[in-house]
């Protein structure tokens, strides 16, 4: 059984959203944090619930509805989302108010809002969908497992029409942290030249990216998901991936494109440096929405918008080996080098 990807929707830090224009006109941004280009939320939110919602719950929703729109669908029969920070802002805000109120009389929307799988219940409540809702929360692939979770539902037989979604989003104060630990860069970088210098650290990234995933073929699909697969501190990645291909029938000669997470630290991108991919055409996106757990949602959504359109943006071009409209995508994507994921995009 395929698994076609009918339709999605991007909020990043680029012009992603509500956009028919595929990644033309960059934001450059100079800094250490890239941060998302929100829409205008009353197009998809009641004004007045709007005040209530943190940012992550507001892009989710958005993201989610607007997907559900461009697939001419009005109810999912699955709402499943993928994230490992969750909702942080209303966390730091009930963690804070626990300290400054000593621990009396706290207000509960922020603890209420605070737990992972608000932005999926949110959407639920939102189109009154009483069906199957799940969230993952598995650090560098919460999104591969809530992708895996809606292809067994579809190959199942159990739904059709599934929203598969990954959100993140950061605060201050994890920021902060996070930069302490080494994780992001401690001087200010072009994002459009992140990989230009050799360095540690990386540029933060959030955002909200969600899909309808289905099981009938159509014209109108955007690509097909061929398959998903993820690897835990593998001892070589190289054999991991020939296998993977070898999995689905397929040589690394097969392979049109590959999309890599490089993310301009010299630590995580030595491990995409294979030579497997020598003669390979490249193509990097963390440069465009930064670094996030759930960052390989963005490099779906432009591996599928690269095979509906047939054209690679010359922006994340690493290196182009002159072929025709690429049929065959493979994403490899890792998470700090222990939480690593394969995806293959294919044409319709």
């Not at 599928?304 to 049929?327: C, F, H, L, R, Y």
Request: glycine share 6%; with cysteine; proline share 4%.
């Amino acid at each position: 059984m395929k698994v076609y990807i009918r339709s999605s929707s991007c909020i990043s830090a680029q012009k992603t959203f509500g956009n028919e224009d595929f990644l033309t006109d960059i934001i450059e941004s100079t800094g250490t944090w890239l941060k998302p280009i929100e829409p205008d939320y009353k197009e998809f939110i009641d004004p007045k619930l709007i005040r209530r919602m943190s940012r992550i719950i507001k892009m989710g929703v958005a993201a989610a509805k607007d997907c559900l729109n461009r697939g001419n669908v009005k109810m999912p029969v699955a709402i499943i989302t993928g994230t490992a920070y969750g909702c942080m802002e209303d966390t730091v805000t009930f963690l804070t108010r626990i300290v400054l109120d000593k621990e009396e009389l706290l207000p509960p929307t922020a603890f209420i809002q605070s737990t992972h799988n608000t932005v999926a219940a949110q959407i639920a409540l939102m189109l009154q969908c009483h069906e199957y809702n799940s969230t993952f929360v598995h650090k560098g692939i919460s999104f591969e497992s809530a992708l895996f979770d809606a292809i067994m539902l579809l190959m199942e037989g159990e739904a059709d029409n599934i929203l598969v979604g990954g959100t993140e989003e950061m605060m201050d104060t994890g920021f902060k942290v996070l930069t302490r630990l080494g994780i992001y860069k401690r001087w200010p970088v072009s994002n459009l030249s992140l990989f230009a210098t050799e360095s540690k650290g990386t540029i933060c990234g959030e955002g909200a990216v969600f899909f309808l995933l289905t099981d009938k073929p159509s014209a109108d699909n955007l690509a097909e998901l061929t398959a998903v697969k993820t690897l835990y501190k593998p001892k070589d990645i190289e054999a991991g991936i020939i296998t993977f291909l070898a999995e689905n029938s397929l040589k690394i000669d097969d392979i049109d494109l590959i999309i890599t997470g490089k993310n301009g630290d010299t630590r995580n991108d030595n491990v995409y440096r294979l030579s497997l991919f020598q003669n390979k055409a490249l193509a990097n996106y963390k440069h465009l929405c930064g670094e996030y757990p759930t960052s390989s949602a963005f490099a779906l959504w432009l591996a599928s918008t690269i095979i509906k359109k047939g054209t690679i943006p010359e922006v994340v071009v690493e290196k182009d080996m002159n072929k025709p409209a690429p049929k065959k995508i493979l994403i490899y994507n890792h998470y700090q080098n222990r939480y690593h994921s394969l995806m293959l995009v294919a044409g319709i």
